[in-house]
């Protein structure tokens, strides 16, 4: 049975392994070659952070994670292993059961869209996105700092794709401004774009954007939810996949307040797959994301990186992970041999165990298991039984998933995409008034033109015309929803505010409102 200070994982021999709550967002690390286990030491843990309140984040990389939501079964093909280990362990109490659950899905297709603007990635995340060079990297930087000046929204990649091509059109001016912009590199830039379109890319950027305190909540019961990204076609894109991830973590730290080091973690985020996040990333970005991880803790977010190979994960950030789950590597090559010695070492000397020969040896199941102890130090490693979980170790079918999501606190939230006013809008705007006026100079004067009403609204006027549409559209909501009788989650008197101010944010822009923050990760970056 759990304590409530701490989460039981096995038993190494005869004694008992478990995390303190108290270093839980110490961070950690899952790691072992394919079918070792590492996917029910991470659903294991996963449900036992939801039973004591603690929210959790977690990739479906497999498509297998969502069974965590439903429970298990005696009919179960493995269900005789499952409960021969929970007895082995003295589980006495072990019984099959679910947990709460939210789906969520970049492509909206098997949980609730997920979302963020063009303007809060940032350039930073863009560029290594779209695999810029330092020069490019640097032009992106100038039109994301002109948009700022001018007020222009960066929502989505039309808006990115409308503001290349004024760059190119416009590249003499902006150069003399802020440096050289040649239309080759916007030119680079935007076929980068549109390779990310073609990738699905495009239905990640957009609104309403995603609510960070979405993925801290629990259910009436006290449970934390468990947030299980859909991943299976997003891995498909695995630099979209590690950068997504990555913003994810860059919110995280700037939403949240200091918490410093609480009774249990606020959220618990589990980073599948952690090899892409470093793949082929430059130094100083490795340096920024060792930053984000040491300082988020103090925000009451436990990181842990699941991987095949321990060594995947850079020293610097390696040396950040008290909480080690070390399932079995196999010695076929010099990288093997070299990455069963790394592992080995990070570990706190067991006299009692050879750990190089150990982690060899391990069985499905099996792992070398050391956790922060009150005081903060290791315990000393022990080859441990892992648990087994209580919920279906398995994927859900269709008919499962859509009854979950139905349910969901977010149900109707990000369903529709909304497109209010921004870049793309207002540079067509601004093109087709410069050729109205272009054809009426040549049939009169520029001096006679001068003298007219400007054609496009001021920036009060456009801010008070779409703060009313928005007023006007979410009281027609509130009208239908009373008709239909169908509820949404989101608040539609909350939406017109939300929408007026961001129509007065884009009319203003400039100088007042044009240094918006970012992410964390755009942040330190510059």
């Not at 409530?4 to 967002?25: M, P, T, V, Y």
């Not at 069974?67 to 072990?94: C, N, Q, V, W």
């Not at 209010?420 to 109205?436: D, F, G, H, I």
């Amino acid at each position: 049975m759990e304590h409530a200070e701490e989460i039981f994982l096995g038993l190494g021999g005869d004694k008992r392994q478990s995390l303190n709550l108290k270093r839980a967002n110490r961070h950690g690390l899952i790691a072992g070659a394919t079918g070792t286990g590492k996917t029910v030491t991470l659903q294991g843990l996963a449900e036992s952070f939801s039973a004591n309140g603690v929210p959790v984040f977690v990739a479906d990389v497999k498509g297998d994670l969502a069974g965590i939501s439903m429970a298990g079964s005696p009919t179960f093909k493995h269900a005789d292993s499952l409960e021969k280990r929970a007895k082995l362990l003295g589980m006495d109490d072990y019984a099959y059961s679910d947990n709460p659950a939210i789906f969520w899905d970049l492509y909206g297709k098997q949980g609730h869209p997920v979302r963020t603007t063009i303007s809060e990635m940032g350039p930073l995340l863009l560029a290594r996105l779209m695999n810029l060079n330092d020069t490019q990297e640097g032009v992106l930087n100038i039109v994301f700092r002109y948009a700022d000046e001018e007020g222009l929204l960066l929502l989505n990649l039309d808006d990115l794709q409308s503001m290349l091509a004024y760059t190119a059109e416009n590249a003499k001016e902006l150069s003399a401004k802020y440096g050289n912009v040649s239309r080759a590199s916007v030119g680079a830039i935007q076929r980068q774009v549109l390779q990310l379109d073609s990738q699905g890319a495009s239905q990640f950027f957009g609104e309403p954007a995603l609510e960070i305190d979405d993925f801290i909540t629990c259910d009436d019961q006290g449970r934390g939810y468990i947030n299980v990204l859909a991943a299976d076609q997003l891995m498909r894109s695995p630099k979209l996949y590690a950068t997504f991830l990555l913003w994810l973590l860059s919110e995280l730290f700037e939403t949240l307040p200091e918490v410093g080091d609480p009774d249990k973690p606020k959220l618990v985020f589990f980073f599948d797959e952690a090899h892409l996040l470093f793949d082929d990333a430059p130094k100083a970005l490795e340096d920024k994301i060792e930053q984000v991880v040491r300082l988020i803790r103090s925000k009451g977010v436990g990181v842990y990186f699941v991987t095949q190979n321990p060594v995947d994960i850079p020293e610097e950030i390696a040396g950040q992970l008290g909480n080690r789950v070390q399932h079995a590597l196999r010695a076929y090559t010099p990288r093997d041999k070299k990455a069963i010695k790394a592992a080995a070492d990070t570990f706190r000397i067991n006299p009692d165990l050879d750990v190089e020969e150990a982690i060899s040896q391990l069985r499905v199941g099996e792992a070398l298991v050391s956790t922060l102890m009150e005081d903060g130090a290791p315990s000393i490693v022990e080859r441990t039984m892992i648990k087994p979980p209580r919920s279906r170790l398995g994927p859900l079918t269709a008919k499962e998933r859509a009854i979950i999501t139905s349910i969901s606190p977010y149900e109707g939230k990000y369903d529709e995409e909304v497109d209010r006013e921004s870049a793309e809008e207002v540079l067509l705007a601004k093109a087709a008034n410069a050729a109205e006026v272009a054809k009426e100079i040549e049939a009169t004067s520029k001096e006679e033109v001068a003298k007219k009403p400007r054609k496009t609204k001021s920036m009060w006027e456009k801010a008070t015309s779409a703060a009313t549409r928005a007023v006007v559209s979410s009281a027609a909501l509130i009208v239908v929803s009373k008709i239909t009788g169908k509820k949404s989650r989101s608040n539609p008197a909350a939406r017109a505010a939300s929408a007026a101010a961001g129509s007065i944010g884009t009319s203003l822009g400039g100088s007042m409102l044009g240094s918006f923050a970012r992410n964390i990760m755009g942040g330190l970056m510059r």
